[in-house]
């Protein structure tokens, strides 16, 4: 059974107070009504990864960096390595996501290597992929999911797979405050599974977990967690407010099963 996750992926937003009351309110959140069936993990900006560690109390909050460096370590002014990442205490990292494809530039074969070096260091990527608003009106949205999981995981065995969480964010839904319907979110995630089915087995696609993103609010949570391939949310506008990432988790804790 795969774990189910509710992340809140703050972006480049929040200063350090403003994360430390978001982190502690999530903590107390979680430690006044503990957790049974999700995980919650938060992903702050570099500057506040050991803050929002120390300020993680609770064994269901855990911290993801949002970005890692393919390298060991070395001349890459500006990088975080892997190392580093797990000497902070974070425990996952974002690998992929379609802000880092398209404003960065990284491609499928830096993303492969990002994925190897996290698991190397024992840290759990979130695997992001998602199709363009043009890819899916011209139809192609299957094929281009299936490449971009293709050219990240095509190296790896299966017994690694359950050890990278995948994300299906549509790049037209992400902050665009329109969100894929829960049909279109749940096709997508069925056929990502099947893809796992074909590619490793029945049961590295059971084991492995599948967010989505996209706009995700409190308002269109229940509906989008409610569908049967859809593990949790990445969640980026409405997890750097206190109110609403706390609804969030309250409603991913009674559906998500
Ligand atoms: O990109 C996202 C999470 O990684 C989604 O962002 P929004 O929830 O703001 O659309």
């Known amino acids: 059974m795969a774990r189910k996750i509710i992340a809140g ?60 460096c393919a390298h060991e370590n070395g001349a890459y002014t500006g990088e975080i390595s892997a190392s580093m990442l797990v000497d902070a205490g974070v425990e996952l990292v974002i690998v992929g996501h379609s802000e880092r494809r398209e404003i960065f530039g990284e491609d499928d074969a830096l993303l492969e290597a990002k994925l190897h070096k996290a698991l190397e260091y024992d840290l759990y990527p979130i695997f992001c992929v998602g199709e363009s608003l043009e890819q899916r009106q011209a139809g192609i949205h299957f094929k281009h999911i299936e490449k971009q999981l293709e050219a990240g995981l095509k190296n790896f065995n299966a017994d690694q797979i359950p050890h990278i969480i995948l994300a299906y964010e549509p790049i037209w839904a992400i902050g665009t405050g329109e969100t894929a319907s829960p049909e279109q979110a749940q096709e997508m995630h069925a056929f990502i599974r099947k893809f796992l089915t074909g590619k490793f087995s029945a049961t590295v696609a059971d084991e492995t977990s599948i967010l989505y993103g996209g706009s995700v609010k409190p308002s269109n949570a229940k509906d989008l967690f409610s569908q049967p391939d859809i593990d949790g949310g990445l969640i980026g506008g409405a997890s750097i407010q206190i109110d609403s990432f706390l609804e969030l988790i309250k409603i991913g804790e009674s559906i998500l099963r």
Do not use: R
């Open 9 to 68: 992926n703050w972006k480049m937003n929040l200063n350090l107070a403003q994360g430390a009351a978001l982190v502690k309110a999530s903590d107390d959140y979680l430690n006044a009504n503990p957790a049974k069936h999700i995980d919650v993990i938060v992903a702050p900006p570099a500057h506040q990864l050991v803050q929002t560690v120390k300020l993680s109390t609770n064994t269901k909050l855990s911290v993801v960096a949002q970005n890692m």
